[in-house]
């Protein structure tokens, strides 16, 4: 991703941020790592190939001193409404260019969904891309909510995304 797109992620997250919480995005520590951007795209996956997901991050700290919110959206293809959840980060870990995170579930909206996520630690990978589309992963992709994942562990970044990205330092 170029300086200009990353500059547009991070103007993504800023009017995201009622979403993902104004005052963890602003209260940033100055050391450690950040993953701050707004990506997603079309499904491929058996069963919902073409529905739109989308993952907001806002998330700064290193193992042991972690903040921040995440936000994901899936829609199905007409625009119904999938998934819709949100939690607090508490666990961000940086090589290069690659984050892992791990995040409590705080609110959960999930049509159909027979199970209760609020409370479920759930892992992502972001990985950015300097000039391209930036990859992520997410663990309920591979093993469901069933289990919580460790803190910091997520899957390798698996998706590639096809709008918005994001930034990590």
């Not at 800023?14 to 951007?37: F, H, K, M, N, R």
């Not at 479920?120 to 069933?146: K, L, M, T």
Request: charge should be neutral; include cysteine; hydrophobic fraction near 40%.
């Amino acid at each position: 991703m170029n300086i200009k797109s990353k500059i547009a992620a991070v103007a993504v997250l800023a009017v995201a941020a009622g979403t993902l919480g104004a005052t963890q995005a602003t209260a940033a520590p100055s050391s450690g790592s950040v993953v701050l951007g707004s990506a997603g795209g079309p499904l491929t996956f058996p069963g919902f190939e073409g529905d739109p997901v989308r993952f907001d991050f806002a998330a700064f700290g290193e193992p042991g001193k972690s903040s921040g919110r995440f936000h994901v959206n899936h829609l199905t293809k007409d625009g119904k409404p999938f998934a819709d959840f949100d939690g607090k980060v508490d666990c961000v870990s940086r090589d290069g260019d690659l984050a892992v995170l791990t995040g409590v579930i705080e609110r959960a909206d999930i049509p159909g969904f027979p199970v209760n996520l609020v409370g479920r630690r759930v892992g992502f990978s972001v990985r950015d891309v300097p000039r391209g589309h930036d990859r992520i992963g997410w663990s309920w992709a591979y093993g469901g909510f069933e289990q919580d994942v460790l803190p910091c562990t997520g899957p390798v970044p698996f998706f590639e995304t096809s709008t918005g990205g994001y930034l990590v330092r």
